[in-house]
């Protein structure tokens, strides 16, 4: 039984290892008028505890700050053989590797 929770707990550092995922503390500048929210990089304010999803990356705010990933694999990360390709649709924060022949098939990536 420790065994699965160690591979399970190394799992999921080869899954944080392969997201492109940022951390952005939160500042306190003023220790009697506390943020009340994480402000992202478009200076709009979150309250603490709220998720929300812009440009593909997934967000959340806490009282330790701003957390955010890309839900779209990296193509530095899929390993695609040389008939494959990895086609992206940001609308739908989605991502699929195809046949570069046919772009209809899907393709097994290696």
């Given at each position: 039984m420790v065994s699965l929770h160690v591979f399970v707990c190394l799992l999921g550092l080869v899954v944080l290892c392969h997201s492109d995922c940022f951390f952005q503390q939160l500042v306190i500048k003023d220790l009697r008028n506390p943020p009340n929210g994480c402000e992202d990089k478009d200076g709009k304010q979150h309250n603490f505890g709220s998720k929300w999803v812009r440009d593909c990356m997934q967000c959340s705010c806490t009282t330790e700050g701003l957390s955010c990933c890309n839900m779209i694999?990296?193509?530095?990360?899929?390993?695609?053989?040389?008939?494959?390709?990895?086609?992206?649709?940001?609308?739908?924060?989605?991502?699929?590797?195809?046949?570069?022949?046919?772009?209809?098939?899907?393709?097994?990536?290696?």
């Open positions: 694999p990296d193509t530095g990360i899929v390993d695609i053989s040389e008939e494959c390709e990895l086609v992206v649709n940001k609308e739908t924060c989605s991502a699929k590797v195809v046949l570069k022949s046919d772009k209809t098939k899907e393709c097994n990536p290696n």
